[in-house]
């Protein structure tokens, strides 16, 4: 595949060095530097984009790439709201849009975890359940796309919870404690304690590869498919 990186940050770097590993083309990579690039023209030999950039600038280069028939997954995080948009641009083009909070393989699974321990605890009301994800200082939103992914599937099920916050003021409130620390490339626990016991369960990632093989397995699954997909279809845990 001729694949097109936008976010050539940190991200897009091990991105490139897993998809060329696993036989494709980087046809096209995009910083803030030479945003321009990113255009019709310089679109037209790609089969699929992987974006990663900033909250900020996702909706505009996935609408862009879409819009140009050219399917897209995207990892970038804190752009929650606008996501919709971008499903429906892929609906209207006739092409693939994949978003994940988390590509990591190990997380996707850390995912189906977290929802079947919520079901089980949701009568066990002697146990509180809060949240701690640990994240590198350059990270810049709060708390991490993957701590409200986690945090809304405990919502779902344990009815004792209504919202979740930064803050640990109410009872009915899932507290996420959210640190920042050098280096970390993202830790994700979640705990149900008691005065009895505590259960605990961690996801750590020690490398951003699990991120990056993620998003390129999404790439080759969605390139020559129609639709909105997320990594559940990628990893067959639909
Ligand atoms: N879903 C996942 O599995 C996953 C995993 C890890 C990270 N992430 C998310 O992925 C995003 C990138 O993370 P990172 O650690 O790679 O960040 P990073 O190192 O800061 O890289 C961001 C890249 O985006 C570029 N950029 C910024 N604005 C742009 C624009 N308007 N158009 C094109 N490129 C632009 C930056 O260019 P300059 O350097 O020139 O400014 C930089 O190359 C973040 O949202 C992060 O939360 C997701």
Request: charged content about 20%; glycine content about 6%.
């Amino acid at each position: 595949m001729n694949i097109a990186i936008i976010g050539y940050g940190k991200m897009g770097k091990v991105i490139e060095q897993i998809a060329v590993e696993r036989g494709h083309s980087i046809v096209l990579k995009i910083s803030s530097s030479n945003k321009e690039d990113l255009n019709v023209e310089n679109l037209k030999n790609v089969d699929a984009a992987i974006e990663m950039t900033q909250p900020d600038a996702a909706k505009e280069n996935i609408l862009l790439c879409l819009n140009a028939g050219v399917p897209v997954t995207s990892g970038t995080t804190g752009w929650n709201d606008e996501i919709p948009v971008a499903e429906q641009a892929a609906k209207n083009n006739d092409t693939a849009f994949l978003y994940a909070s988390n590509y990591s393989v190990g997380v996707n699974i850390f995912f189906e975890v977290n929802k079947i321990l919520a079901k089980l605890m949701n009568k066990q009301s002697d146990y509180n359940v809060s949240m701690t994800e640990i994240h590198h200082t350059q990270k810049k939103d709060s708390p991490s796309g993957t701590a409200i992914t986690l945090a809304n599937q405990i919502l779902e099920s344990v009815d004792r919870k209504s919202n979740w916050s930064e803050e640990d003021n109410n009872a009915d409130t899932l507290h996420i404690t959210a640190l920042r620390e050098e280096g970390v490339p993202g830790t994700h626990s979640i705990k149900y304690s008691s005065d009895i016991d505590d259960i605990e369960i961690t996801h750590t990632a020690h490398n951003r590869n699990g991120f990056a093989l993620g998003a390129v397995l999404a790439a080759e699954y969605i390139f020559d498919k129609k639709g909105v997909f997320s990594m559940q279809d990628v990893l067959g845990i639909n």
